[in-house]
Antibody
């Protein structure tokens, strides 16, 4: 069974940093692109970033470029999102997600999400 | 960036109704269009990928069509469990973008 379990969310002050982690199991992690998608309270879905299988390609939404870094450790079956210079508008549930095999960007498995709140 | 516009933003329908949701891209995205269903407090679920391919395990009452800039999601006969929010998403180029969502409510 595919499982994606996020951790690391919480309350952080504006300008602060947070590192999200995602533990993957039930599939060959190093064979898939992986993504982070967020959803602000009561709002729609926003794709944040994705990373190729070996980590050689990474893409970001413009609003997080230069502040967020996606990474992965295939030996640990783990995905990460380092978030720096956090802003109030980064407040959201952050989902770890697996890209559908053969169709990068389509997401066939999602974690349960972890809430990040940026507030003083 | 590619903009995705869904219509309507909300929709009221009854069990058994046929429902269509549309999604328009700001530029051609070929068939790189996916549809998701999200229920309150839950993660989204992929229903349709590549515009018209039904994900394994998704009921056949769901179907998708379109190419280029105009796409549709159709639910042929609404079931009680289908009342949710639906999102389209383009995966043609980065940054990947979602539509704003269509909330499907019980009439």
């Amino acid at each position: 069974e595919v499982q994606l379990v996020e951790s690391g969310g919480g309350l952080v002050q504006p300008g602060g940093s947070l590192r999200l982690s995602c533990a993957a199991s039930g599939f060959s992690f190093n064979s898939y692109w992986m993504s982070w998608v967020r959803q602000a309270p009561g709002k729609g879905l926003e794709w944040v970033a994705n990373i190729k299988q070996e980590g050689s390609e990474k893409y970001y939404v413009d609003s997080v470029k230069g502040r967020f870094t996606i990474s992965r450790d295939n030996a640990k079956n783990s995905l990460y999102l380092q978030m720096n210079s956090l802003r109030a508008e980064d407040t959201a549930v952050y989902y770890c997600a697996r890209d559908f095999s053969g169709l990068v960007g389509a997401i066939d498995y999602w974690g349960q999400g972890t809430l990040v709140t940026v507030s003083s | 960036d590619i903009q995705m516009t869904q219509s309507p933003s909300s929709l009221s329908a009854s069990v058994g109704d046929r429902v269509t949701i549309t999604c328009r891209a700001s530029q051609s995205i070929s068939n790189y269009l996916n549809w998701y269903q999200q229920k309150p407090g839950k993660a989204p679920k992929l229903l349709i990928y590549a515009a018209s391919s039904l994900l394994s395990g998704v009921p056949s009452r769901f179907s998708g069509s379109g190419s280029g800039t105009d796409f549709t999601l159709t639910i042929s006969s609404l079931q009680p469990e289908d009342f949710a929010t639906y999102y389209c998403q383009e995966s043609y180029s980065s940054p990947i973008t979602f539509g704003q969502g269509t909330r499907l409510e019980i009439k």
